[in-house]
């Protein structure tokens, strides 16, 4: 099994950014939305005191055999990561946006394997 890894380098993080929704009238260097329509910052990545921050979530939990590799990683507000915890294939979020602020939204997910 994989261990949880907190040391994401540069590259690999600009890689996940690149995953997240870029939107019409925002700069796509700045503001993008995760999967669950929240706002995130790019420059807040890491930062869990902040109203856009986000993280690297595993889309497929480590605990559960998922892998580091690119395409199980996605840009997630941290509020949205944290309601996700290692629930997979089925998890919620709670967090997304209306207009230009982030709003609760309790959202359910599923993955078909």
Do not use: C
Not at 45 to 73: A, C, F, Q, S, V
């Amino acid at each position: 099994m994989a261990t949880q890894r907190k040391d994401f380098s540069e590259k690999e993080i600009d890689a996940v950014w690149e995953k997240a929704a870029k939107q019409p009238n925002n700069n796509p260097d700045v503001f993008r939305k995760d999967y669950a329509g929240a706002w995130i910052r790019r420059e807040d990545y890491g930062k869990r005191n902040k109203p856009y921050g986000w993280e690297i979530d595993h889309l497929k939990p480590l605990t559960k055999d998922g892998t580091h590799d690119l395409d199980n990683l996605y840009p997630v507000h941290w509020r949205n990561n944290e309601s996700k915890g290692d629930d997979y294939p089925r998890w919620k979020t709670v967090l997304s946006s209306e207009e230009n602020k982030n709003v609760e939204s309790e959202k359910r997910w599923k993955v078909d394997e």
